[in-house]
Each structure stands twice: as structure tokens, then as C-alpha cells.
T-cell receptor, first 118, second 115 residues
Framework: NAGVTQTPKFRVLKTGQSMTLLCAQD?????MYWYRQDPGMGLRLIHY???????AKGEVPDGYNVSRLKKQNFLLGLESAAPSQTSVYFC?????????????????FGEGSWLTVV | AQSVTQLDSQVPVFEEAPVELRCNYS??????LFWYVQYPNQGLQLLLK??????LVKGINGFEAEFNKSQTSFHLRKPSVHISDTAEYFC?????????????FGAGTRLAVHP
């Protein structure tokens, strides 16, 4: 009953370092997403993927890269970490909008990854 | 463009009192509406959603929400809250614009239930 799993859960980085957050889902969902959560701003979409091998930019993509080499995995990379990237990162997945409920499908979230850049 | 406004950033309430968390949205197309809950240090969990049909939607943990198209609102209510309801609540709208489940979140309302 794993759902959406994110690793690592906590990480402290120095400015300029790089790292990768891993997301895995076991629900055979087509769509996957990376969000960041900052106080008073809700969740904002960084990048998303509508299928294996495809990715696209969301609202706040700068400073991040993503890859979806396998359907069940969605990786978020920080190329050169900056203090402004200190945030909580959430991965999510959902069925395709071609599925029965279209964009009414529920989006399922992981438990979050707390990243601090010093 | 779509947007979501949660009118209260924090709502303090005593245990067993009723509560209403307010959400207004703007959209030029048909939308689906969601409420998610986030307990401390956890991810987001779906409380309820409105897709179509009855405007009163019942969710988990005794919560319900009413869709009001004329007022573009989707307020969340619970008649009697418990300490365990202390959490942050997010209202969101979704559409298929852009070819994916585009989910726009409000800034969140922190519900604090006091004994």
C-alpha cells in the first residue's frame, strides 16, 4: 500500500551543490508531478510528466531538471542549489485525463522532502 | 486564468465547535474543485472533491463542502471539530487545460483546534 514514495525525506545542501530527489509510484499512473510548498503560497508546480519519456515545465521550473525514464519513477534534480530553493518538495501522480474522470481524477501526493540550502 | 483564494490564513476554534473554511475561485471554464488536508510533517490527503451533480459534497472525517456556482465558492464545513482536525487545509481547482491535471492551489488555511 505504498502509493507515492519520495526519497530522501530530509536533506541539507550547501549553496552550489547538486542533488536528485527520487519519486516512485506503484499505481501505474500516467501523470507525475513535482511541486514545491512555501509558507503562504500553497503548492506550486515545478515540472510535470504526462508519460514515460516526456516532461514539461510548470509554474516555477527555473533551477530544476527532471527525468521520467521509467513510468513509475520521476526524478527532480537541482543543478546548483541556491538558498531560494529551500522548501518542501512534493511528488504526486494521477491517472491520465483520458481516463474516466478526466481532470477530475484525484492527484495522490507523497509525504514530502524537506530541503534546506545553506 | 484560474485562481483560488482562501479567505482566512488561520482559523482558531474550540473543540466541538463548528467551523467553516472559506474558498473562492475564478475560472472561465468548467472546473473541478478539491479540498486537501495536510497534517503536520505529512503529505496532502484528499478530503473531498466536486465533479458534478449535487452541490453538497461529503468527504472523510465528517467534512462537507458546498459548491456555489453563482458565488464561485466552495466552502468547507464541519459541524463539530476535534483536536485531531488540527491541520492545514488547501482548496484547489483542476481543469484539463494544457493537457494534464492542472491543479491550482490556494495558499492554505491553518485550522487550530483548542481544548
Amino acid at each position: 500500500n505504498a502509493g507515492v514514495t519520495q526519497t530522501p525525506k530530509f536533506r541539507v545542501l550547501k549553496t552550489g551543490q547538486s542533488m536528485t530527489l527520487l519519486c516512485a509510484q506503484d499505481m501505474n499512473h500516467e501523470y507525475m508531478y513535482w511541486y514545491r510548498q512555501d509558507p503562504g503560497m500553497g503548492l506550486r508546480l515545478i515540472h510535470y510528466s504526462v508519460g514515460e519519456g516526456t516532461t514539461a515545465k510548470g509554474e516555477v521550473p527555473d533551477g530544476y531538471n527532471v527525468s521520467r525514464l521509467k513510468k513509475q519513477n520521476f526524478l527532480l534534480g537541482l543543478e546548483s542549489a541556491a538558498p531560494s530553493q529551500t522548501s518542501v518538495y512534493f511528488c504526486a501522480s494521477s491517472p491520465s485525463t483520458r481516463d474516466r474522470m478526466g481532470s477530475g481524477n484525484t492527484i495522490y501526493f507523497g509525504e514530502g522532502s524537506w530541503l534546506t540550502v545553506v | 486564468a484560474q485562481s483560488v483564494t482562501q479567505l482566512d490564513s488561520q482559523v482558531p476554534v474550540f473543540e466541538e465547535a463548528p467551523v467553516e473554511l472559506r474558498c473562492n475561485y475564478s475560472s472561465s471554464v468548467s472546473v473541478y474543485l478539491f479540498w486537501y488536508v495536510q497534517y503536520p510533517n505529512q503529505g496532502l490527503q484528499l478530503l473531498l472533491k466536486y465533479l458534478s451533480g449535487s452541490t453538497l459534497v461529503k468527504g472523510i472525517n465528517g467534512f462537507e463542502a458546498e459548491f456555489n456556482k453563482s458565488q464561485t465558492s466552495f466552502h468547507l464545513r464541519k459541524p463539530s471539530v476535534h483536536i485531531s482536525d488540527t491541520a492545514e487545509y488547501f482548496c484547489a481547482v483542476s481543469s484539463s487545460w494544457g493537457g494534464y491535471n492542472k491543479l491550482i492551489f490556494g495558499a492554505g488555511t491553518r485550522l487550530a483546534v483548542h481544548p
